[in-house]
């Protein structure tokens, strides 16, 4: 089994023709996914493929959903936690972060998640009625 990192899912599912480099790397990305008996995908790798189709790529929620979906349905392909990221990506399409969305399935079996900075985070977690609830302490004693 081989292990694979971002930039070789990022070169498989985006088509960069304006870089040379990876033009190069495409095809050894879909050899690498193809052809390989079987495939491991980090739980990390997911949530760095997330950030890199957003913030260099334009991805919107939709779009990565799609890709990891069909990630997640190659058969020679396994993926760390496969379970609790399909739950996330369900929560990313009706508009949670895809990282908050990990954060906070992997805290369920806490009563509370506490945030700082994240008062949006904290209203789309109450409005969609998730659990645990995502609070932000106040400096109040």
Avoid at 72 to 78: Q, T, W, Y
Avoid at 83 to 105: K, V
Wanted: charged fraction near 25%; glycine fraction near 2%.
């Amino acid at each position: 089994m081989i292990a694979l990192d971002t930039n070789v899912l990022a070169r498989f599912y985006v088509d960069d023709p304006a870089d040379p480099e990876a033009a190069r790397q495409r095809p050894i990305a879909h050899r690498l996914l193809t052809e390989s008996t079987q495939v491991f995908v980090p739980l990390t790798v997911v949530l760095e493929l997330e950030w890199v189709l957003r913030a260099f790529y334009g991805f919107v929620a939709d779009d990565f959903v799609r890709v990891v979906r069909h990630l997640l349905g190659l058969p020679n392909v396994s993926v760390e936690e496969w379970s609790r990221i399909s739950d996330a990506l369900a929560w990313h399409s009706d508009g949670l972060d895809f990282a908050d969305a990990l954060h906070l399935l992997a805290s369920n079996h806490c009563t509370e998640f506490m945030t700082f900075d994240d008062r949006r985070f904290a209203r789309r977690a109450k409005r969609l009625g998730l659990v645990p609830s995502v609070a932000v302490p106040s400096s109040k004693r």
